[in-house]
Structures are given as C-alpha cells and as structure tokens.
C-alpha cells in the first residue's frame, strides 16, 4: 500500500511573532459572566482579512482542572471526499470517529508526532476510532484519495474554539488574569504552524484581536 503524505501537511509552517505581527486590543463587551469573563477573539491575516478555521486557545496561568469536554461530536467523518469538518477540536486522551460516508473506500493515516497511525480501508457507513493521547496537531491523510486533507487539534485547554467567516471566536467564563493565548492554522506560518504568546483577560469581558501571517 502506498503510502503519501503531502509536505503541506508534514511541515508545518509559521506565524511572526504575536507581539510583532499580531496586536492586543481590550475592549469591554458586557457584564462578566460568573467565574470569568466572555472573551471574544479576533484573528486577521498579514492583509487584514479574517482568517476562518483557526483554532484559538486560551491556556490560564493558574492552569484548568477537571475533565474537558466540548460540545461537538468527537468526529471526523468522511463525504464527498472531504474530511468533515477539516479540522476538528478534541480534548488530549478522546477517541475520535471516522465515519465513511461515502460510496468509495477510504483509509485514514497521520505521520504528525502527537498521533502516528494508519487504518485500514473501510466501506460505506463503516466507522473506525482512533485515540489521541497527545496534545498537539494532527495532520490526516487518504491512502487512495491524496487530496483529501484533514487536521484534528488536540488540546489540553477547555478554552478553545475554531473561528467563522469573521475570524471570530468566543469564550464564555475565561478566567480572568494572565493567560497564554495560541492560535494554529494549517497554512501558519510558524513552527508546527502555530503562534502562541502572552496575554492578559479583563474582568468584565474582553477582545483581542491577533495578526498572524499565512504561506
């Protein structure tokens, strides 16, 4: 079996320095929700357009606790050729679905460190799972389908969300205080295409808006 992993997916590229090419900006939204604060995030790329399915996370200074759950399904699926949804936000330690709801065969494989796998073809309406026990980016792949492209997010942060059509995310209850914030895209331009940088949440809610630059 052949097996192909196009160097879009292997390397992962860069975002220039959040100081450098992204901007903070605080603004008060309403009234602070109880424990934290709603934050609203807004990522642009180095032409000022919005930049849709980058996911951003918020990783407090005091660190989480307790167990993270989100409130899509933990799946993959795979349609029209196409990993839905190209890119997926899942906890580190979930198992993850991969439905094939097409009428052809696919197979699923990564050679990302976080998670090194391959399954198997499988058929219509059959569904395989794989654990990601790792934090970090996952870039997945088809064996006979090589412009299929999918990426699952894994993450150790219940404070995360992927951005629309406008580069926006919002979080509800961020802690307030001093914070990490990380912003991934898989045409980043970074190492492991990510940027990540320091950051301060505002009692009463509070934006940002971050710049990165995309290949």
Not at 51 to 64: L, Q
Not at 72 to 98: C, E, H, N, Y
Request: glycine share 10%; proline share 7%.
């Amino acid at each position: 079996m052949k097996m192909r992993f196009p160097a879009a997916m292997a390397a992962l590229a860069s975002v220039t320095g959040l100081l450098a090419g992204a901007a903070f900006v605080g603004t008060p939204l309403h009234a602070q929700s109880a424990g934290g604060s709603d934050l609203k995030v807004q990522v642009f790329d180095q032409r000022g357009a919005p930049v849709r399915d980058a996911v951003v996370e918020i990783h407090p200074a005091g660190g989480t606790s307790g167990p993270i759950r989100f409130p899509w399904r933990m799946a993959m699926a795979q349609k029209d050729q196409q990993f839905i949804p190209g890119t997926l936000i899942v906890a580190k330690g979930s198992t993850v679905a991969f439905p094939n709801l097409d009428r052809v065969r696919h197979s699923v494989y990564s050679f990302s460190k976080p998670a090194r796998f391959e399954i198997d073809l499988y058929g219509r309406d059959q569904t395989r799972k794989q654990g990601f026990p790792i934090a970090g980016s996952v870039a997945l792949g088809c064996n006979i389908h090589d412009a299929m492209r999918g990426y699952i997010r894994v993450t150790e942060t219940p404070y995360a969300a992927k951005t629309d059509g406008n580069g926006i995310i919002r979080l509800k209850n961020t802690p307030v205080g001093e914070a990490r914030l990380t912003v991934w895209h898989p045409q980043l331009r970074n190492a492991g295409n990510e940027f990540s940088g320091p950051v301060r949440i505002s009692a009463g809610g509070d934006a940002k808006s971050v710049r990165i630059k995309l290949r």
